[in-house]
């Protein structure tokens, strides 16, 4: 990874997907698996697709919204909002801590 640019958290959230939307429909346990499946993968590519191989990680799949967080850099945020199946990139959003 780069020294010029610390990673931080983002939520990387995707465009209207019609396999998504069929597998949410099903909400037995083998259709909530294969949604988490499908999903996990269907992001993993587009990580893989979009960015050098170790230079971010991956922290979890959000099924309820097709999205995901991810710990990667500000400029690879823009690299992923400039994606056709990205609709929104946002940075994690840091809540103060009561003293």
């Given at each position: 990874?780069?020294e010029t640019s610390a990673s931080e958290v983002y939520y990387v959230f995707m465009n209207?997907?019609?396999?998504?939307?069929?597998?949410?429909?099903?909400?037995?346990?083998?259709?909530?698996?294969?949604?988490?499946?499908?999903?996990?993968?269907?992001?993993?590519?587009?990580?893989?697709?979009?960015?050098?191989?170790?230079?971010?990680?991956?922290?979890?799949?959000?099924?309820?919204?097709?999205?995901?967080?991810?710990e990667i850099t500000k400029q690879q945020a823009a690299i992923?909002?400039?994606?056709?199946?990205?609709?929104?990139?946002?940075?994690?959003?840091?809540?103060?801590?009561?003293?």
């Amino acid at each position: 990874m780069g020294e010029t640019s610390a990673s931080e958290v983002y939520y990387v959230f995707m465009n209207c997907d019609p396999e998504y939307e069929r597998l949410r429909k099903d909400r037995s346990k083998k259709g909530v698996e294969e949604l988490d499946s499908y999903l996990s993968c269907k992001h993993d590519q587009l990580l893989a697709k979009l960015l050098p191989p170790n230079s971010y990680r991956k922290k979890a799949s959000l099924a309820i919204v097709d999205g995901f967080s991810v710990e990667i850099t500000k400029q690879q945020a823009a690299i992923l909002r400039s994606a056709k199946e990205v609709r929104v990139v946002e940075k994690n959003m840091e809540l103060p801590t009561p003293e």
